[in-house]
């Protein structure tokens, strides 16, 4: 009876590994594109897991459909993300996990309040960076608690 049981529990292991091998993504699977912008990968690309391997293809995907000013723009932002301290890359993972974790109303509101200060006169938004800037770390802190706290406003009633 254990002999089964154990036999069982193997088997249903096995059949959940193979599970999660199937949501890999096969070389041959990918576009043309996907597979000219990930060449450097050919060799290796079976070896990888496949989140990484359904990662680097979404990826590709993305990359085939931009412009090339897109992609101009985007391999400036890697190359910035690339000379970043590895310290200054943890703090951007961080805050990029707490973002996605929030509420779609909170990542709505953030988004808003990001297109309000790109909006500002670039005297006004110095000034509000540089005060922000001159805070100490405790004040920074209650400040975010602040804004973090704030709720919209109810609509006005007439």
């Known amino acids: 009876m254990k002999a089964k049981i154990i036999?069982?529990?193997l088997a249903l292991l096995l059949t959940g590994l193979a599970t999660a091998?199937?949501?890999?993504?096969?070389?041959e699977d990918l576009s043309q594109e996907q597979q000219q912008a990930?060449?450097?990968f050919e060799g290796d690309w079976e070896s990888f897991a496949a989140d990484r391997q359904q990662r680097l293809s979404n990826g590709a995907r993305r990359w085939a459909g931009m412009t090339p000013a897109q992609r101009r723009a985007a391999k400036g932002r890697f190359r910035?993300?690339?000379d970043l301290?590895?310290?200054?890359?943890?703090v951007v993972r961080d805050r990029y996990?707490?973002?996605r974790d929030m509420s779609p109303a909170e990542r709505q509101r953030i988004q808003e309040n990001y297109v309000r200060f790109r909006?500002?006169?670039?005297?006004?938004?110095?000034?509000?960076?540089?005060?922000f800037r001159s805070m100490t770390p405790a004040q920074r802190d209650r400040l975010r608690q602040r804004m973090?706290?704030?709720r919209p406003r109810p609509a006005a009633r007439d």
């Open 97 to 99: 996990r707490m973002y």
């Open 21 to 27: 091998d199937d949501k890999g993504v096969a070389w």
């Open 7 to 9: 036999l069982a529990a």
């Open 80 to 82: 910035q993300w690339r």
């Open 148 to 150: 973090t706290d704030r």
């Open 38 to 40: 990930l060449q450097r």
């Open 119 to 131: 909006q500002l006169q670039n005297e006004r938004r110095k000034r509000l960076h540089d005060k």
């Open 85 to 90: 301290p590895p310290e200054r890359q943890q």
